[in-house]
């Protein structure tokens, strides 16, 4: 469905004279950077109230490449320490290994 989605929406843009952008190493670009490449943000919902009550939370998540959003989407707050934890960084690397080093890190934070 996300490809004929897609595929709609590129149609929908050539009608109107725009075409996506996309280059041949970065893949497709968009508004921002940190979308370029594969643009894949992997998240999961993890209660987590006294970690991330500590002072160096969001230190600590930077170190680890990871990201925190409340439960309503970025710049938004937690709620009961219930936090959207996703990798920060979507360039440079491949799909198969952005979930494995998600996935890796997620299961140092909730140990």
Known sequence: RFFDCAGAAQSAFQVEGYEVMHNQKLGYLAI???NLGTG???GALV???CL???GDWKCMLDKLGLQARGT???DS????GVWDISNACRFGKGEVDLINIFIEWL???VK
């Open 72 to 74: 309503s989407g970025v």
């Open 107 to 109: 299961v140092q934070l």
């Open 52 to 54: 991330s009550n500590r």
């Open 77 to 80: 707050a937690s709620e009961h």
């Open 40 to 42: 894949l943000r992997a």
């Open 47 to 49: 209660r987590l109230p």
């Open 32 to 34: 921002c950077p940190s």
